[in-house]
Structures are given as structure tokens and as C-alpha cells.
């Protein structure tokens, strides 16, 4: 019983016969003798592998120590492809919203060329000398004269980021 306990608790443990050796100061044959019931440690020997292995001292004497179930691996695997099917879903929507964003950031873009297109620069036809006129057609002239040299390089970018974010197959 008690070698069968040893030899189940060190390979639950991933210890070799070496390593536990190594670690109790005997040498390897003498934990092969232990679990092949040749031999049994002596009482000091039997703390240190109690303390060593982590299992009280009854259970090596006496309770039997099954092995790691199986199942509980395959329940372990069984979440972890859930968490990775969550998180595969997650930076899926995230590239999504982050396409779409910028694909509606270049309609934008060209929508207000288009309209200051069809405006066709009317701030050059207002009458500067009202003040209600003159402050708004600056205000007009200053967004488009802006907007002119900015939006373009905006454009590239939100098309290239558009491109990159679309979906590989």
C-alpha cells in the first residue's frame, strides 16, 4: 500500500525517481525499492516525503492516492476553448465597430466635400460690412480653408484603416 501511495503521489507530483531522490539525499535506487515494496523509509525519511510531496503521512501509509482524473483535464480544456471562443468573438466585433468607423468617417469626409462643392465657396459672395454676416462667413471660410488641407490626409488615413481592418478570409 504504502508503495503503491509513494509511486502515485510522486507521479502526480511530475517528479522522476532521480528528482525525489535528489531532493530526500538517498540515492535513486533507494525510492525505487520504496515503491516497488523492497524497502520502506524510515520514520525521518517518511516526514521529509510527506513535507516533500505535499500528502500527509496517513495517506501515504494508508489511503489509497488515485491519479488525476481525466475528466477533470478535459473540463479544464473544455472552458479554456470557451474563454478563447469568447475572446476570438470579442476582437471580432472590436476590428467590426473599428472598420466601420472608419469606413463612416470617409463618407463624412467626402460628403462635406461634396456639399462645399455644390456650395461653391459662397463666403467669397456675402457682404462683409454686417457683422452677423462677417463673423459667420469667416467662420465658414476658416473651416473650409481647413478642412481643405486636412481633410484629404484624414481621408487616406481612414482608408487605409478601413483596408486593414477588413475581414481576411
Known sequence: MLSENIKAVRKAKGLSQQELAVQLNVVRQTVSKWEQGLSVPDSDLLLRLSELLGTPVSALLGETVT???????KAICAKLEVINLQLAQREESRRKALHGSFVFLCAVIASIFAGLFLLQSPYLEWDYSAPETAVLGVTFHSFEWLFVRVAP???LG??????LTRKKE
Open 158 to 163: 481612414a482608408a487605409a484603416g478601413a483596408f
Open 153 to 155: 490626409l484624414a481621408l
Open 67 to 73: 491519479e488525476p482524473q481525466t475528466d477533470e483535464l
